[in-house]
């Protein structure tokens, strides 16, 4: 079963010496009638429409159209996407068609979905000519158009330059916020350790006091506690300033080596 699509927008286009109908629908997809390419192939088109059902992708592509203008009025008609065009096409043997309609099969297969998409996209609606030979006339309107598309090009280029700088100028000021954080940091005398830093002074002095309650049987948390603020002149160990946190931790650990004759934490 195909979903039936509403048609916005029908052109014919004229590729080679055929004339294939194109629409766009409803859901802003180009599609080309099915029938006009079987008939222009000399192709059966029930044949074709069997296989297409029996690929998924395929058949995720070709829907029913209503009110298809055509010579003999609008017609209920079943349409491919162009995109999967040239999929469809080559799963046609060049064997499986007359040699005369060879030649057309290739051109088909190489130009007609780019063909029948454009002419939605910028109006060209004939695949006679290609736009390399129209641009090797030289014409005025071909010089036109090769200074504006180098211009397209350049603008393009700086578009990237400038996008490209711009990440590079922002990466540069984080870096130098950073900097300027750790050395506020690092430059303030009475900036207290940080919270993790304080889980590893407790951890130390968890650690000594544990090993001298071992030795003494009493509770010696306040003794350690109170040798820490001494030393240090500090009320809380969490108030210790951070420019003497390693040499707390050295300390408590230099006390517990003495204790245990272990290697300290």
Request: proline letters at 3%; glycine letters at 6%.
């Amino acid at each position: 079963m195909t979903n039936d699509l509403e048609i916005i927008r029908q052109r014919t286009v004229q590729f080679y010496d055929d004339d294939l109908i194109a629409i766009q629908a409803d859901d802003r997809q180009v599609y080309v009638s099915l029938r006009q390419m079987c008939e222009a192939l000399g192709l059966d088109t029930q044949g074709q429409t069997r296989r297409i059902k029996r690929q998924a992708v395929l058949e995720d592509g070709y829907k029913g159209v209503d009110d298809l203008a055509t010579r003999g009025g609008p017609q209920h008609a079943y349409v491919l996407r162009v995109d999967l065009v040239p999929l469809w096409l080559s799963g046609i043997r060049a064997a499986a068609v007359k040699e005369v309609v060879r030649p057309k099969l290739e051109k088909y297969q190489r130009e007609a979905a780019k063909v029948l998409w454009e002419a939605f996209q910028e109006g060209r609606l004939t695949g006679d000519l290609a736009l390399d030979d129209l641009l090797a006339s030289d014409s005025p309107a071909a010089q036109a158009y090769k200074m504006a598309t180098a211009i397209m090009q350049m603008a393009r280029h700086q578009l990237f330059l400038e996008a490209q700088l711009e990440d590079h100028a922002v990466q540069i000021k984080k870096h130098n916020e950073r900097l300027e954080l750790i050395e506020s940091t690092l430059g303030d005398p009475d900036r207290a350790i940080t919270p993790d830093q304080a889980t590893e002074i407790s951890q130390a002095v968890k650690a000594v006091a544990m090993e001298l309650g071992k030795q003494s049987k009493r509770n010696e948390y306040g003794g350690v506690y109170g040798e820490l603020y001494r030393r240090y002149r500090i009320p809380s160990y969490r108030e210790l300033p951070a420019v003497k946190f390693e040499d707390a931790i050295a300390w408590l650990g230099e006390w517990l080596q003495s204790l245990t004759g272990d290697t300290p934490f």
